[in-house]
């Protein structure tokens, strides 16, 4: 089918290109714009407690004040506020309610902090519209009025609350996709021409991949639009590491390929059409891998990661069909002029590095499985003392933006929960007003459980069929400990619910708590899915039932040593307090699906390095000698695009980061160049069963395909190198 494909192409390569630049132009044209949420209770699926909470504060009490935007002054000297400064304070609190500023709906005066030195100005935006654009940019204007208006006191003004640090978010993340872009950019053509030595080569794949990424970014838009799914800044910077990195990955696989065809003394257009029919399999294998792993995520019941899934599979998908029609067409129309000026295309190179590690594997199989198994099993051992953090606004953004300035001022002068804190609902069951004499005795209750700080009976509706119990915890709402108050408070709020009456918490560490739970189901659900799913995969394209269990077993050793590399570097060096809570799933994601690639490149050259007559030793050798380069090459580019997310300037991309190029690092370099070729050496033919997949044809022409070292087919077979020089 592969080879159909190549010829397809390679004859009618003006035809193709013209193909893709009319669905590019037509599909950017009529594309609808992404949509940003960056509300993390919208996240969450209506079943859990803190939404039913916030469904229920939204009908019970709809004009409640929540503050959107919190205003925090202090003196410019640090010192106690002043009567005259309490003034200018008052003033520019009245003064901007005034301003009628678009989202704004209220704006009061808030408490003072207990040592005199702090004061706020709360204000209330539409609930309807929490997280999205226009109240970024309503924070914006907000910001630069509130500025305006101290000029001329004693007063520093910052402005924080979650309307702000979407703003910084938002900020923060176009400085972060440009850092990503240019360093994306910067690392696939410079490893380009130092790999091909040619131009044309290292600039290509660029130019091609941001055709695709047009078209990818287009169909996403379309996805999201007709399903209804969340969007999130973060997922711009992802997709286009992930088209880039991936796309020049597939560009590689190919070229690679290409390159030995031509060595071998093909014609340069059927040096293409064989690359294709012998890697196409590869491709879409270890793609259709990426593909079914990203759209598991659909069964999370988290809306951030429901998006990132099928967003990021439509990337993978469009950059799939580019590998196989749209790269082939423009190198056949190019041809060999495409490794111009270098001529080294044309000779098999003396450097003998990867056949020397192919006949290291080859003699020694067992001792190169246990050492690199050995080496997984020890990075693992970090996983153990994993911890989650769940504050996605400061994990995405720098700790010196305006808006974290002031969540961690807030800390220090107020109660550390007082920036969001926690609501009890208590709600009668039958429609009856509550009894109010039970009230007392509900906060004190409410204000005896460990972690709170204070509680008091703020609001009651107007049937007095639900009253609001603010409860205030010790805790920034975003900590471990905040999350352990607010169950805490609910098995309080519903023990100790007076009889007829229910309770729901909400409030942010409630949100929280509920993500915690929601991600631990995605690690029972969408962990074993996936896995399944790629080992469905790996059975398909090996025709066996043995070899997808030891590659999926050596994948699982990879993911377990990058967390526990991840672990050391960030909670035991830097200090921080736990991973970003999703980390585990997107790196579980990227590590086993796109780890997978450089798995299935190895084994299936060392199928056919099988299927040409050698011993199962011999085959793991030389599959290591033709294809490690390639493995080489494409994992040191997707690990160093990957590691540009680190230059984001924030917790979540920088973990993200350095965790799947780790990943993808240990996958190509430990996995793939020896632990699965030394453990496919041991095992033997028993591996291959029971399509008995390495077995040599029979047929006179493989018998002397394989004599002379070529592959069966003639000139449609990979040419090994009797010198047994490396590529």
């Not at 640090?78 to 003064?95: N, Y």
């Not at 257009?269 to 399999?281: D, L, Q, S, T």
């Not at 060392?606 to 011993?615: K, Q, V």
């Given at each position: 089918?592969?080879?159909?494909?190549?010829a397809?192409?390679?004859?009618?390569?003006?035809?193709?290109?013209?193909?893709?630049?009319?669905?590019?132009?037509?599909?950017?044209?009529?594309?609808?714009?992404?949509?940003?949420?960056?509300?993390?209770?919208?996240?969450?699926?209506?079943?859990?407690?803190?939404?039913?909470?916030?469904?229920?504060?939204?009908?019970?009490?709809?004009?409640?004040?929540?503050?959107?935007?919190?205003a925090?002054?202090?003196?410019?000297?640090?010192?106690?506020?002043?009567?005259?400064?309490?003034?200018?304070?008052?003033?520019?609190?009245?003064?901007?309610?005034?301003?009628?500023?678009d989202?704004?709906?209220?704006?009061?005066?808030?408490?003072?902090?207990?040592?005199?030195?702090?004061?706020?100005?709360?204000?209330?935006?539409?609930?309807?519209?929490?997280?999205?654009?226009?109240?970024?940019?309503?924070?914006?204007?907000?910001?630069?009025?509130?500025?305006?208006?101290?000029?001329?006191?004693?007063?520093?003004?910052?402005?924080?609350?979650?309307?702000?640090?979407?703003?910084d978010?938002?900020?923060?993340?176009?400085?972060?996709?440009?850092?990503?872009?240019?360093?994306t950019?910067?690392?696939?053509?410079v490893?380009?021409l130092?790999?091909?030595?040619?131009?044309?080569?290292a600039?290509?794949?660029?130019?091609?991949?941001?055709?695709?990424?047009?078209?990818?970014?287009?169909?996403?838009?379309y996805?999201t639009?007709?399903?209804?799914?969340?969007?999130?800044?973060?997922?711009?910077?992802?997709?286009?590491?992930?088209?880039f990195?991936?796309?020049?990955?597939?560009?590689?696989?190919?070229?690679?390929?290409?390159r030995?065809?031509?060595?071998?003394?093909?014609?340069?257009?059927?040096?293409?059409?064989?690359?294709?029919?012998?890697?196409?399999?590869?491709?879409?294998s270890?793609?259709?891998?990426?593909?079914?792993?990203?759209?598991?995520?659909?069964?999370?019941?988290?809306?951030?990661?429901?998006?990132m899934?099928?967003?990021?599979?439509?990337?993978?998908a469009?950059?799939?069909?580019?590998?196989?029609?749209?790269?082939?067409?423009?190198?056949?129309?190019?041809?060999?002029?495409?490794?111009?000026?270098?001529?080294?295309?044309?000779?098999?190179?003396?450097?003998?590095?990867?056949?020397?590690?192919?006949?290291?594997?080859?003699?020694?199989?067992?001792?190169?499985?246990?050492?690199?198994?050995?080496?997984?099993?020890?990075?693992?051992?970090?996983?153990?003392?994993?911890?989650?953090?769940?504050?996605?606004?400061?994990?995405?953004?720098?700790?010196?933006?305006?808006?974290?300035?002031?969540?961690?001022?807030?800390?220090?002068?107020?109660?550390?929960?007082?920036?969001?804190?926690?609501?009890?609902?208590?709600?009668?069951?039958?429609?009856?007003?509550?009894?109010?004499?039970?009230?007392?005795?509900?906060?004190?209750?409410?204000?005896?459980?460990?972690?709170?700080?204070?509680?008091?009976?703020?609001?009651?509706?107007?049937?007095?069929?639900?009253?609001d119990?603010t409860?205030?915890?010790?805790?920034e709402?975003?900590?471990?400990?905040?999350?352990?108050?607010v169950q805490?408070?609910?098995?309080?709020?519903?023990?100790?619910?007076?009889?007829?009456?229910?309770?729901?918490?909400?409030?942010?560490?409630?949100?929280?708590?509920?993500?915690?739970?929601?991600?631990?189901?995605?690690?029972?659900?969408?962990?074993?899915?996936?896995?399944?799913?790629?080992?469905?995969?790996?059975?398909?394209?090996?025709?066996?039932?043995?070899?997808?269990?030891?590659?999926?077993?050596?994948v699982?050793?990879?993911?377990?040593?990058?967390?526990?590399?991840?672990?050391?570097?960030?909670?035991?060096?830097?200090?921080?307090?736990?991973?970003?809570?999703?980390?585990?799933?997107?790196?579980?994601?990227?590590?086993?699906?796109?780890?997978?690639?450089?798995?299935?490149?190895?084994?299936?050259r060392?199928?056919?390095?099988?299927?040409?007559?050698?011993?199962p030793?011999?085959?793991?050798?030389?599959a290591?000698?033709?294809?490690?380069?390639?493995?080489?090459?494409?994992?040191?580019?997707l690990?160093?695009?990957?590691?540009?997310?680190m230059?984001?300037?924030n917790?979540?991309?920088?973990?993200?980061?350095?965790?799947?190029?780790?990943?993808?690092?240990?996958?190509?370099?430990?996995?793939?160049?020896?632990?699965?070729?030394?453990?496919?050496a041991?095992?033997?033919?028993?591996?291959?069963w029971?399509?008995?997949?390495?077995?040599?044809?029979?047929?006179?022409?493989?018998?002397?395909?394989?004599?002379?070292?070529?592959?069966?087919?003639?000139?449609?077979?990979s040419a090994?190198?009797?010198?047994?020089?490396?590529?």
């Open positions: 089918m592969f080879r159909r494909i190549g397809a192409v390679v004859r009618h390569p003006v035809w193709t290109i013209v193909a893709w630049l009319i669905a590019a132009v037509a599909i950017v044209a009529t594309a609808p714009g992404l949509p940003s949420n960056s509300d993390e209770s919208s996240f969450l699926p209506k079943s859990y407690e803190s939404i039913k909470a916030a469904d229920l504060q939204q009908k019970a009490f709809p004009s409640a004040f929540t503050p959107s935007a919190i925090l002054y202090q003196r410019t000297d640090g010192g106690r506020l002043t009567a005259a400064d309490q003034k200018d304070i008052a003033r520019i609190t009245t003064e901007l309610g005034e301003k009628k500023i989202q704004v709906q209220k704006v009061v005066p808030g408490p003072p902090s207990k040592d005199g030195r702090y004061a706020l100005t709360l204000v209330q935006m539409d609930s309807k519209n929490a997280g999205q654009p226009k109240q970024a940019d309503a924070a914006k204007t907000l910001r630069d009025d509130v500025k305006q208006l101290a000029k001329g006191t004693h007063l520093d003004v910052k402005l924080g609350g979650s309307a702000a640090q979407a703003l978010q938002q900020d923060s993340s176009k400085r972060g996709q440009a850092l990503i872009g240019f360093g950019f910067a690392i696939i053509l490893t380009l130092i790999i091909f030595r040619a131009p044309i080569l600039v290509l794949p660029l130019v091609l991949i941001g055709l695709v990424s047009a078209v990818a970014n287009g169909l996403i838009a996805a639009k007709l399903f209804g799914l969340q969007a999130n800044s973060s997922i711009s910077s992802i997709l286009i590491v992930v088209l990195g991936v796309g020049t990955d597939y560009f590689l696989f190919l070229m690679f390929r290409y030995e065809r031509l060595r071998a003394g093909d014609e340069p257009k059927e040096a293409m059409v064989n690359a294709v029919g012998r890697v196409g399999e590869a491709i879409a270890a793609a259709g891998a990426v593909i079914i792993a990203f759209l598991a995520l659909v069964l999370s019941t988290l809306g951030f990661l429901k998006q899934g099928p967003a990021l599979a439509i990337a993978v469009a950059t799939l069909v580019a590998g196989l029609t749209l790269i082939p067409a423009v190198v056949s129309l190019i041809g060999p002029k495409v490794f111009w000026p270098s001529k080294s295309w044309q000779k098999e190179p003396e450097n003998a590095r990867f056949a020397a590690l192919g006949r290291a594997v080859r003699r020694r199989p067992a001792l190169t499985a246990v050492a690199s198994g050995l080496v997984l099993l020890a990075l693992s051992a970090g996983t153990l003392g994993y911890k989650a953090t769940f504050d996605l606004a400061s994990g995405s953004m720098p700790k010196t933006k305006e808006s974290m300035v002031v969540q961690d001022q807030m800390q220090k002068a107020y109660s550390a929960g007082a920036a969001a804190p926690t609501d009890v609902y208590l709600s009668s069951t039958d429609g009856k007003p509550l009894d109010k004499s039970g009230f007392a005795a509900y906060s004190r209750r409410l204000g005896s459980v460990d972690g709170v700080a204070a509680v008091r009976m703020s609001q009651l509706n107007k049937d007095g069929t639900t009253a119990f409860v205030t915890l010790k805790y709402a975003s900590t471990d400990q905040a999350i352990d108050a805490r408070v609910r098995d309080a709020a519903h023990g100790g619910a007076p009889a007829g009456t229910e309770a729901l918490v909400g409030g942010m560490s409630s949100i929280y708590k509920d993500i915690d739970t929601a991600v631990n189901h995605d690690y029972r659900t969408v962990f074993p899915v996936a896995a399944v799913l790629i080992m469905v995969i790996l059975g398909l394209l090996l025709r066996s039932v043995v070899a997808p269990w030891y590659l999926m077993a050596s699982g050793l990879g993911f377990g040593a990058t967390l526990g590399a991840t672990v050391w570097i960030f909670q035991k060096g830097e200090g921080h307090s736990g991973l970003m809570f999703m980390l585990p799933v997107i790196m579980y994601l990227f590590v086993v699906a796109i780890g997978t690639d450089y798995n299935i490149l190895m084994i299936a060392l199928r056919e390095e099988a299927r040409a007559g050698r011993e030793r011999e085959a793991a050798g030389m290591l000698r033709h294809a490690g380069p390639t493995v080489a090459a494409a994992g040191f580019i690990a160093a695009t990957f590691a540009t997310m230059l984001a300037g917790s979540l991309l920088t973990e993200m980061g350095f965790a799947v190029s780790f990943g993808i690092a240990i996958a190509a370099f430990v996995m793939a160049m020896f632990f699965t070729p030394s453990l496919t041991l095992i033997g033919h028993a591996a291959w029971p399509g008995h997949g390495d077995r040599a044809e029979q047929d006179p022409a493989a018998q002397a395909a394989a004599g002379s070292g070529q592959l069966p087919g003639a000139r449609d077979a090994h190198d009797p010198a047994g020089r490396g590529r």
